[in-house]
């Protein structure tokens, strides 16, 4: 059974766990406070362009959504993110424990717009309903869709134009600047947003997201709020040591390409085979609408994801590749398909 769940069921990279285990024996500072982690933030300013910002590290995607959201908002500030946002459908509530609403969008392709935000400030207008403060926004999407840099720009210059704050989720941000239809750059995320993370957990790292705070009013604190909602790590050279070597030549990058490759040869594969899908996703999360008859026989051989229902005979499923994907279990998985399709 091989799995297409997620893009998290690997351990990590070896020259990642090559370098955990020859920095095993040194004495290092705690807390983040450590030479790895030290050479890790400069290494990320070099690579952002900026030297003025501020990044943090921390264990995972919900977590750092988490510790950010609630660290920029007053109490009565509220979220604007679209209905498909991991954080309004996957995180448990976890923003609204904190006491932030979020303000759900409907979309179709899981991306926001500056005229959907323009919407949401339109209808809160006074002190008697929450204020909305921060925009959120992932890319990829939930969905698997990715913003090009003139719809980020937009976002970005109307979000300064009404005083919001714009954040955005890079949990699986290597597959969105590897894309194909990618023109967005590392280093413009450091002008056109206030706070966004590359995320490590889902790109050949063991765990780890590098959040980083490019607004000033953003940054005061912050390790305070890590601290408190703990996730200010005793051993924080763990998260160090692994963007040390995922950024030290482009190991990031090319573990992305790979996650994306093998999206693209189960892409291809599937339309060639007449398959429609259920949005454009040009990168390493597929949402193929195939038979119900078709995904029972690829389930005997295959795990992953039924997305939704499409009609009586019809699914939507969800296949993820990632960085430790093989090649050989993607061409088998077409195989398969192919071989079903005759049955």
């Known amino acids: 059974m091989y799995s297409f769940k997620n893009d998290y069921s690997e351990g990590a990279h070896p020259r990642i766990l090559n370098a955990l285990t020859g920095t095993n024996f040194e004495q290092i500072d705690g807390y983040g406070e450590d030479s790895y982690t030290q050479k890790a933030v400069e290494m990320l300013k ?6 003025d910002i501020d990044i943090h590290l921390l264990t995972g995607g919900t977590q750092t959504n988490l510790i950010a959201i609630s660290a920029f908002l007053r109490p009565h500030e509220a979220v604007i993110a679209a209905n498909t946002g991991h954080i309004l459908v996957h995180e448990t509530g976890a923003i609204e424990a904190t006491g932030h609403k979020i303000i759900s969008i409907e979309v179709s392709d899981g991306k926001l717009d500056y005229l959907h935000i323009k919407t949401v400030l339109d209808s809160h207008t006074d002190e008697h309903m929450v204020k909305p403060k921060l925009v959120y926004i992932s890319n990829p ?3 698997g869709t990715i913003y090009q840099k003139d719809e980020l720009e937009q976002i970005s210059s109307f979000c300064k134009d009404n005083n919001l704050f714009l954040f955005m989720d890079g949990a699986r941000l290597g597959s969105a600047l590897c894309s194909e239809e990618n023109n967005l750059k590392l280093s413009d995320l450091g002008t056109l ?16 997201e590098a959040l980083v705070i490019c607004t000033d009013q953003l940054k005061e604190d912050f390790r305070f ?3 408190q909602k703990g996730a ?3 051993k924080g050279r763990l998260l160090g040591i692994q963007f040390v070597e995922l950024f030290r030549d482009n190991l990031y990058f ?4 790979h996650a994306n490759k093998m999206a693209g040869l189960l892409r291809d594969a599937i339309d060639k085979a ?5 949005v454009d996703s040009p990168s390493n999360q597929l949402f193929p609408i195939l038979p119900d008859r078709l995904i029972s026989e690829l389930q005997r051989n295959y795990s992953f994801y039924v997305w939704s229902k499409v009609d009586a005979d019809n699914s939507a499923i969800r296949l993820v590749t990632s960085w430790a994907t093989k090649e050989e279990a993607v061409l088998a998985f077409i195989e398969d398909m192919k071989k079903a399709l005759k049955i």
């Open 46 to 51: 070099q690579r952002i362009g900026r030297n």
């Open 141 to 143: 999407t939930e969905i």
């Open 193 to 208: 947003v206030d706070a966004f993370y590359i995320g490590g957990t889902k790109n050949g790292a063991l765990l780890g």
């Open 254 to 257: 090319d573990l992305a390409k």
């Open 225 to 227: 709020h890590m601290k």
């Open 274 to 278: 007449g398959f429609k899908f259920l």
């Open 232 to 234: 200010l790590l005793a």
